[in-house]
């Protein structure tokens, strides 16, 4: 079965740099979750859009900004990059389902180093 | 404010044993209750989930876990540990239909021959 698919796997950047994070979600998913896990720590919600328009917010840093597109795809921009933004950052979808909640489903992550 | 948490950071079983991995919830308002387990360096896999209805609920790999209200609690249980079980366990809670998890600090699981 088709899964969430995170690209890329591994990104390095440096202090101050940007990054650009792509999450597919699984066919006919309509929402999308952004989480970061830091090293040794649990997945902390960042934010979430349904439907193309963001749907709840959590910790995320000014820095950072995302949209989910017309194909349902979603990105996860992040600028001045910071040594504290290592982590591994997961995109997870869901969708309703009749009777109502749809777990969500989670890539493999992207693991962004900054050095 | 909602909250979940898990106890003991790090369990450590024998092959065969029991594996218990406890996760309790705060909650004014009835939770949709999750497990998710992660193995190094990949992502978040569903375990099992409780919505409503039955509150034993059965996942894969064996594993199952027993929603109790007046305990607040969705403990994660398996008769007989397996090798193949050691990673890192995660309780997550949300609170409405399609909304974010809250997920608890983790329970890391290893299994000794």
């Known amino acids: 079965a088709a899964g969430v698919i995170q690209s890329p796997r591994h990104l390095i950047k440096e202090k101050r740099e940007t990054a650009t994070l792509k999450c597919y979600p699984i066919p006919r998913h309509d929402t999308v979750y952004w989480y970061q896990q830091g090293p040794g720590q649990d997945p902390q919600f960042l934010i979430s859009?349904?439907?193309?328009?963001?749907?709840d917010k959590g910790s995320i840093p000014d820095r950072f900004s995302a949209q989910q597109f017309s194909d349902y795809h979603s990105e996860l921009n992040m600028s001045s990059l910071e040594l504290g933004d290592s982590a591994l950052y997961f995109c997870?979808?869901?969708?309703?389902?009749?009777?109502?909640?749809?777990?969500?489903?989670f890539g493999n992550g992207t693991r962004l180093t900054v050095t | 404010a909602q909250s979940v948490t898990q106890l003991g950071s790090h369990v450590s079983v024998s092959e065969g044993a029991l594996v218990l991995l406890r996760c309790n919830y705060s909650s004014s308002v009835p939770p949709y209750l999750f497990w998710y387990v992660q193995y190094p360096n990949q992502g978040l896999q569903l375990l099992l989930k409780?919505?409503?209805?039955?509150?034993l609920v059965k996942g894969i790999n064996g594993f199952e876990a027993e929603f109790k209200k007046s305990e607040t609690s969705f403990h994660l249980t398996k008769p007989s540990a397996h090798m193949s079980d050691a990673a890192e366990y995660f309780c997550?809670?949300?609170?409405?239909?399609?909304?974010?998890?809250?997920f608890g600090q983790g329970t890391e699981l290893s299994v000794k021959p």
């Open positions: 859009f349904y439907e193309k328009m963001q749907s």
């Open positions: 409780y919505t409503t209805g039955a509150t």
């Open positions: 997550a809670v949300t609170f409405n239909q399609g909304g974010k998890l809250i």
């Open positions: 997870a979808s869901s969708s309703p389902e009749a009777g109502g909640l749809t777990p969500l489903h």
